[in-house]
């Protein structure tokens, strides 16, 4: 696995996990989102660059 493209995809996918978040109205009205709901989102968006890399790594 290479180290800097797993960096890569985890980034994409806490950005992405944030930006979902916040698009959706989850935690409230459009565009608000709470502290807690931004660790959450780049948590599991950067698990998720984790497994892509892993999986794209595999095949």
Known sequence: MKFVALLKN???GATAGVAVLTALPVFGAV???TTAGAVVGSLLGGMAG???T???QRQ
């Open 50 to 52: 984790v497994l892509d």
């Open 31 to 33: 565009g608000t989102i």
């Open 10 to 12: 985890v980034a994409l």
């Open 54 to 56: 892993m999986w794209t």
